[in-house]
């Protein structure tokens, strides 16, 4: 009972710091930091050990797994260059400086334990990214890229950490055992992934209930983890592989009500985490601090020294990377060079989250032959850097992307294309029906054929613009009194006693579908 009661506290004050900050209209990752930093000197909190392991075996997969999962697969393979340019190439850059910068301003320490924090604060986070990202309303190029990187990028530094910590405990580590270190996690985790998408998809074929279906996406990213774990690979990029691949095929491995059923769990389960991993960021500011020992004069110059070169890495990699890849006439001709706001977009949504300071508490607590390091520091600096990019990056994206005026998507073109699809798809429904309506009653006859018509107009009426209300919207509104109505009467005939509480239940559950159904069609 007393260790629950500070987890439901937390996932109440994450709930509510969410629902504030839609009230203000800022981003929530923001101000659940925020307020995680404000409560962590607040007398009587709970102090919360964020222990590193649960992060990265009990956090981040499931995230990871709903992120992959919504990814489109065409998209991702057509951006696979500079989501790697970025996930890997970045990563391996930003750590490499920031090691050697932390190495100059502290000569004393060895070089590959300041690798290693180069590796924890070199990946921008995959919960910071996809939030702030979407919210933002970011082109749907910048935001694949975005979500890519955020994917790949937690596997790359892990992987250097692990040789970078290698290193520290006296191991010699040359070309030879790196290779190995890479091979084992990346393609053993693409095995993983790809064996855990075969298995999990078989078996999603195979159920016909959507809470079996919702309970075993709930095992899948952990059971892919721990496979990958037990083989020494890397967990993130099994995850993604599984998720990747069962998100690319999901509309023939579930039904629909199970489609609609895992999509709402997902939606609750990812806005639960996402708020009480950003809490608990802000939360380990009182203990960061307390451990502390470095004087403050030179405390301000390595965390601003680290803090920059996080920062500026990002830029001087990515308009190389952006611009250098066009001289290969290929590339030019398929990717033509984009504006520079592109690059200067991704360059300022580089947030750091949940993952780097997990990585950072999983730092050794000494080097080989026991020789101490200044250990509180380093965290120190991982938690500086992820508050500072998080907060100052974050709240500042939408000031830049507005001030950069980057093109949008083009809503009248999107709408163009649905409804195209959209009678291609009423064709063919009609198609069938006529092969089928043989021996029907013309009435239901008539009726689906009046469906067929409904769904074509209502998709070519998104591109009459929004002056006038439109006869689908007119709809909707009426429609919507209908319901209204008819739960009045439903439930003023159960409180009578006319009919029991199951005929109320099973009446209540088609009108919330059909009412759904409106809400989802007047959003679009």
């Known amino acids: 009972m007393e260790s629950l009661f500070p987890v439901v506290v937390f996932l109440a004050i994450a709930t509510l710091g969410a629902a504030l900050a839609r009230r203000l209209g800022l981003l929530a990752p923001i101000v659940l930091v925020v307020l995680g930093l404000a409560l962590s000197f607040v007398p009587g909190v709970p102090h919360v050990e964020l222990d590193p392991e649960l992060v990265l075996v009990g956090i981040l997969p499931p995230l990871l797994y709903v992120a992959a999962l919504e990814t489109s697969v065409p998209a991702f393979k057509n951006n696979i260059r500079p989501i790697l340019l970025l996930a890997v190439g970045l990563v391996l850059f930003t750590a490499f400086v920031v090691g050697f910068v932390l190495h100059l301003l502290l000569p004393q320490v060895p070089f590959a334990i ?26 749907r190029r910048v935001v694949t890229i975005l979500e890519g990187e955020s994917l790949v990028n937690d596997a790359t530094a892990l992987v250097l950490l692990r040789v970078a910590t290698m290193a520290t405990a006296g191991s010699a580590v040359g070309a030879t055992d790196v290779s190995l270190q890479v091979l084992r996690a990346t393609g053993g985790g693409i095995l993983i992934g790809a064996l855990g998408a075969v298995v999990f998809g078989f078996l999603h074929r195979r159920i016909t209930d959507p809470l079996l279906d919702n309970a075993l996406s709930l095992i899948i990213p952990f059971a892919v983890v721990f496979a990958a774990e037990a083989v020494h690979s890397s967990g993130v990029v099994a995850v993604v592989v599984t998720g990747l691949a069962l998100g690319h095929k999901l509309s023939q491995l579930l039904s629909a009500a199970s489609r609609l059923q895992v999509g709402a769990f997902w939606r609750l389960v990812r806005f639960l985490l996402e708020g009480l991993v950003f809490l608990l960021v802000g939360l380990q500011l009182r203990e960061v601090v307390r451990d502390l020992d470095e004087p403050a004069g030179s405390l301000v110059v390595i965390t601003v020294a680290v803090l920059a070169t996080v920062f500026l890495t990002r830029f001087v990699w990515l308009f190389p990377a952006t611009y250098l890849a066009r001289l290969v006439p290929r590339i030019r001709r398929r990717d033509p060079a984009p504006s520079p706001k592109f690059p200067v977009i991704i360059g300022w949504a580089g947030m750091r989250g949940v993952v780097t300071l997990a990585a950072a508490l999983a730092l050794p607590l000494t080097l080989a032959d026991d020789e101490p390091y200044p250990r509180a520091l380093f965290i120190w600096l991982a938690f500086a850097v992820i508050v500072v990019t998080l907060v100052g990056q974050g709240a500042t994206l939408p000031l830049v992307a507005r001030r950069l005026k980057l093109p949008q998507d083009d809503p009248v073109q999107d709408a163009l294309s649905a409804a195209g699809v959209q009678q291609q798809a009423s064709r063919a429904a009609r198609d069938r029906l006529e092969e089928l309506a043989e021996g029907a009653p013309p009435p239901v006859v008539d009726r689906l054929r009046r469906v067929v018509e409904d769904r074509t107009n209502m998709a070519w009426e998104r591109l009459g613009g929004n002056e006038r209300e439109t006869p689908s919207q007119a709809y909707g509104r009426l429609r919507q009194q209908m319901i209204d109505a008819e739960r009045d009467v439903f439930r003023a005939a159960r409180d009578s006693g006319r009919i029991p509480e199951e005929v109320l239940v099973r009446a209540y559950r088609d009108l919330d579908l059909e009412e759904s159904l409106l809400r989802q069609e007047v959003e679009q």
Do not use: E, M, Q, S
């Not at 300041?114 to 082109?139: E, H, K, N, Q, S």
């Open 114 to 139: 300041c690798l290693a924090l180069g590796a924890v604060v070199a990946p921008p986070d995959a919960v910071a990214a996809t939030a702030v990202a979407r919210r933002v309303g970011l082109p």
